[in-house]
């Protein structure tokens, strides 16, 4: 059964994204439309970074709607795949949307590698068109739906994606990077369940060489450029000029000062999770090593 949320929480996802027009159940157009989706996904990952603190801090998110909802809405922090697709899906499954939930191996970072299924995206139904969603893909989350027609150029307010059909039925979403084509991550449509979704989340966050658990990674999407967090080194690139900024954090505050002020996290002053320790001192240890291990 697909899991919705109520009036009261569908306003206050509205009221997180800056969605004006839907900030209120009986204000605004609620149609299950390609506009409809559109705007959603250009706001969502606007407003909800993607982040990997509490898998820093030792700790599995919870990947009930009651609790993603919290964290990400109500306590406006971020959170990772998982957490931004199952409350973005939940939001178009109360606006009358069909979804699917999918997996998919990430190729990101290693192209000839052939990893478990751990990453989480959408297929999303409008009367007319099919779309592959996601709003949590960390550096590269998608400033907008694509339509699901492989092979087909597809340009968002960011980059230029492409969606093509490999062997054995199984799909590869590509990024246009300059005048090369980079992969994303490869998929196919068998819809998953909570329990696979479960299965992969207790991976990810618990997994010695999970790379939630050795780095920080923050994303968020801005109108007219990406700007990440990895470890200690903060990146703006514009889409538009093309120019690409980098800054290093030399302290533990001036990287708290980052995660609320650019990425908009609000923090707990110095919350405690074993074995992990506190956020400060996660911070500190992620400024050790970026020291010892300059990029």
Sequence with gaps: MNQTLSPAQLAAYFDRIGCIGYSAPDRGPHQ?????LHALHRLHPQAIPFENLDALLGRTPRLDLESVFA???????GGYCYEHNLLFR???????FETTGLAA???????????????????????????????GFGS?????????DTGREQTTPHETFRIDLIERGDFLLQVKLGDAWKPIYRFDLEPQFPA??????????TFPESIFLNHLIVARVMPGERRTLFDAT??????????????????????????????????????????????DTVLERIIRSSVSTPS
């Design 105 to 135: 191996r990430v190729m990101w970072s290693d192209p000839a590698a052939m990893p478990p299924r751990t990453h989480m995206m959408l297929l999303v139904e409008t009367p007319d068109e099919t779309w592959l969603t996601d709003v």
């Design 90 to 96: 939940a939001v178009l499954n109360t606006l009358g």
């Design 32 to 36: 299950a439309t390609s506009d409809t």
């Design 234 to 279: 903060l990146t703006r690139r514009g889409k538009a000029s093309g120019f690409e900024a980098k800054r290093e954090l030399t302290t533990a505050a001036e990287l708290r000062g980052v995660l609320q002020d650019v990425f908009g996290l609000a923090l707990a002053d110095n919350e405690t999770s074993p074995p992990a320790g506190g956020l």
């Design 140 to 148: 590269m989350t998608l400033s907008a739906p694509l339509l699901f």
């Design 71 to 77: 964290k990400l809405v109500t306590a406006r922090r």
């Design 196 to 205: 696979d979704y479960a299965m992969a989340n207790h991976y990810v966050s």
